[in-house]
């Protein structure tokens, strides 16, 4: 089992910076990948970016290409997604995943409980 828990959620303003966290736990997951997803009111749960934890590879959204970073902290267990230049299309709630098959689609087998970012036009 691994176990996920990610902060950092919060109310922002358009043009704005934030900064998730995702603690991961148990079981060793060293190869497998961690991603973040997003899911506003209404829509499916949508692919932000996704991390390689053994090679460090990355693979990010369209809509989020240029301005969300993905990285990893091997020695902390933990991933971060830093966005930048916010606007309120990026409200939504979201998630950290793992599981050992690099893809887009949520197909991760383990989910955190999901933080809220909302963004203020």
């Known amino acids: 089992q691994v176990q996920l828990a990610e902060s950092g959620g919060r109310l922002v303003q358009a043009g704005g910076s934030l900064k998730l966290s995702c603690v991961i736990s148990?079981?060793?997951?060293?190869?497998?990948?961690m991603a973040w997803f997003r899911q506003a009111p209404g829509k499916e749960r949508e692919f932000v970016a996704r991390?390689?934890?053994?090679?460090?590879?990355?693979y990010y959204g369209d809509s989020v290409e240029g301005r969300f970073t993905i990285s990893r902290d091997n020695a902390k267990n933990m991933v971060f997604l830093q966005m930048n230049n916010l606007n309120p299309d990026d409200t939504a709630v979201y998630y950290c995943?793992?599981?050992?098959?690099?893809?887009?689609?949520?197909?991760?087998?383990?989910w955190g409980q999901g933080t809220q970012v909302t963004v203020s036009s």
């Open positions: 148990g079981r060793a997951f060293s190869t497998y990948t």
């Open positions: 995943a793992a599981g050992p098959i690099a893809t887009i689609l949520p197909l991760y087998d383990y």
């Open positions: 991390i390689i934890w053994s090679s460090g590879g990355i």
